[in-house]
């Protein structure tokens, strides 16, 4: 299991919170996402194996959430 924290420069509401842990939870192999609002950041637990980071980060772009470089 990996887990990554992302800086997410555009959360900024519980819509936003909302759309990515339910965009994040849907994908297979992902167990835990966590939004906090505040640091703007999303913390997200996978398996490589099953999803790939990139697949991850695709879809917070895909989303509108793309992560701060």
């Given at each position: 299991?990996?887990?990554?924290?992302y800086?997410?420069?555009?959360?900024?509401c519980?819509?936003?919170?909302?759309?990515?842990?339910?965009?994040?939870?849907q994908?297979?192999g992902?167990?835990?996402?966590?939004?906090?609002?505040?640091k703007?950041?999303?913390d997200?637990?996978?398996?490589?194996?099953?999803?790939?980071?990139?697949?991850v980060?695709?879809?917070?772009?895909?989303?509108?959430?793309?992560?701060?470089?």
């Amino acid at each position: 299991m990996t887990a990554k924290t992302y800086s997410v420069p555009d959360v900024s509401c519980e819509h936003c919170k909302r759309a990515i842990e339910g965009a994040l939870g849907q994908m297979e192999g992902v167990s835990r996402v966590l939004v906090d609002i505040g640091k703007k950041s999303v913390d997200v637990d996978f398996d490589e194996s099953v999803s790939s980071e990139s697949e991850v980060l695709a879809r917070l772009d895909e989303e509108g959430y793309p992560v701060a470089e």
